[in-house]
């Protein structure tokens, strides 16, 4: 499933979690995760906009 952890680990990380964050917080926490994670891969996946880099084309100072 996730590399090298198996069932029983997760059942073992699950309950830790359970204990402290409590079965009313691990929605929403499950949540946020899910909200940032989305929004890095967006950041990642979205083309790069740099107007006016250097070497981007001509070059304003020159006269041709």
């Known amino acids: 499933m996730f590399g090298s952890i198996g069932m029983?680990?997760?059942m073992v990380i699950l309950v830790i979690a359970m204990i402290i964050f409590g079965?009313?917080?691990l929605p929403e926490?499950?949540?946020m995760i899910?909200?940032?994670l989305r929004d890095?891969?967006?950041a990642?996946?979205?083309p790069e906009?740099?107007?006016g880099t250097p070497g981007?084309?001509?070059s304003e100072g020159k006269k041709e």
């Open 34 to 36: 899910g909200k940032a």
């Open 23 to 25: 079965p009313g917080k």
């Open 29 to 31: 926490l499950g949540s």
């Open 56 to 58: 981007s084309g001509k």
């Open 40 to 42: 890095f891969r967006k």
């Open 49 to 51: 906009k740099k107007v």
């Open 8 to 10: 029983p680990e997760l």
């Open 44 to 46: 990642v996946d979205a």
